[in-house]
């Protein structure tokens, strides 16, 4: 299959002088040899006991694919030959105009689509080929997967091949650093909006998340998840106070009424609630004894019915969320820099099982309550915070992502 798809698209390529480029599918690259790449198929019964480890292996074919995918851009770069998409109306399937072959031209080059004759090549017809070529696209680039060739995906397609490649050069640095000690941990990657959890070395749960804006932003780290806090209420950070809370209830004195927040000084038993008329400004998150904002456990909590604390020197950490609607977005940097995530009760089942060999059920009494409940891992459980915009998924799909914190563009001009 793979020889006859290379033979049709040397014959298509050859009829219609144009530039031979290697158009197979993305998924079925091979690396090419690379002395700072292992080959994993390389292994033999003689090396099996040097095998490394299933994640390791993982790790390694993502980075082949993400090699093999850069020096395919890096040919498409030297062959100058890429013609940006000229703004227009949008198209889908069924539509005839004259940008549809050099759509289906730059889907053929990408491996996004399988390679045609000279006359589909040039055919103005929005078949259903190219729909499906160009929602495979779209899904591989995080974008709305409608296929219609709109201003986001013109934008995404009008990426250079040298930047595509300046992107995956800087990944493949990055996933060459991230090495798992566990063959269980939790794996949170920034641009992707996504969260794993891992088992065996395979993602037994996958789900969205909600991430830092862009002037709040999620910080890459590893650390580990070593309590799961059940009806949780929140003590509003000093920052968000400042920025947010404090202005707007100088303008409206019932703001606090409206966001279900209270003032209070003192901690634990010895917590007291301050009367909004005794409220003080001096004193909010200031001296010893400092007032501060808390919002009591409810299902409307900011936090949700659950967080996920950890170890880490940063005050991030995971949770669930009271602003559902947002999952529905694409693009989710929404956050003060904690990680939302679309199906928590599912993680802390997932947790109470791996640590404390609990059945599903087992959190529903305590999930039914108001009252709050803390339970400590007793194993805690590796967390990962990524900033991969390129990697490879277990298909060998290259994918990519918007750089959302800017933090390619700081990795490249370093280089320089």
């Known amino acids: ?34 002395t700072s790449l292992h080959t994993v198929s390389a292994l033999t019964p003689d090396t099996i006991s040097n095998r490394p480890p299933p994640t390791e292996i993982k790790r390694l074919s993502n980075l082949h694919s993400l090699q093999d995918a850069y020096n395919r851009y890096i040919t498409l770069a030297n062959e100058g030959a890429w013609q940006p998409i000229p703004q227009g109306k949008s198209l889908s399937f069924t539509d005839q105009h ?7 031209e730059k889907l053929i080059k990408l491996g996004d689509h399988p ?11 929005f078949d259903i080929d190219l729909h499906e070529a160009l929602v495979h696209f779209q899904t591989r680039h995080g974008d709305e997967a409608d296929g219609i060739l709109g201003p986001k995906t013109r934008r995404q397609l009008n990426v250079s091949p040298s930047l595509r490649a300046e992107q995956l050069k800087v990944n493949i640095a990055r996933i060459k650093r991230f090495i798992p000690n566990s063959d269980r941990f939790i794996h949170v990657n920034i641009p992707e909006f ?7 070395n395979n993602a037994i749960l996958s789900m969205k998340t909600i991430v830092g804006k862009k002037k709040r932003k999620t910080p890459v780290f590893d650390s580990q998840i070593n309590r799961i806090v059940v009806n949780p209420s929140w003590y509003v950070p000093k920052s968000i106070a400042y920025r947010d809370i404090i202005p707007a209830l100088k303008k409206d004195p019932s703001y606090l009424t409206k966001v279900n927040l209270k003032v209070v000084s003192g901690w634990g038993d010895r917590r007291t609630v301050i009367a909004d008329n005794d409220i003080d400004y001096d004193k909010l998150y200031i001296g010893k004894n400092y007032q501060r904002f808390w919002e009591a456990p409810s299902e409307g909590n900011t936090l949700g019915q659950v967080k996920f604390l950890t170890n880490s020197t ?57 009252s709050t409940q803390t339970f400590t891992l007793a194993e805690p459980i590796p967390l990962h915070v990524t900033y991969w915009t390129a990697w490879a998924d277990p298909e060998g799909t290259i994918n990519f992502r918007d750089d959302i914190y800017k933090q390619d563009r700081y990795a490249l001009s370093t280089r320089r």
């Open 1 to 34: 299959m793979y020889c006859l798809r290379s033979l049709l698209l040397f014959i298509s390529l050859t009829l219609c002088s144009l530039t031979s480029v290697a158009t197979e599918k993305i998924t079925l690259a091979k690396a090419p040899s690379n």
């Open 98 to 104: 004259i940008q549809v072959p050099l759509l289906r």
């Open 115 to 125: 390679p045609v004759d000279c006359e589909q090549r040039q055919d103005p017809l």
């Open 194 to 200: 996504r969260l794993y959890l891992y088992e065996q």
């Open 314 to 370: 940063y005050a991030i950490y995971l949770h669930d969320t009271s602003a559902k609607r947002l999952f529905s977005q694409n693009k989710r940097a929404f956050s003060s820099g904690c990680i939302r995530l679309e199906q928590p009760r599912k993680l802390a089942d997932e947790l109470m099982r791996m640590t404390h060999g609990w059945k599903h059920e087992q959190l529903d009494p305590i999930f039914a309550q108001t």
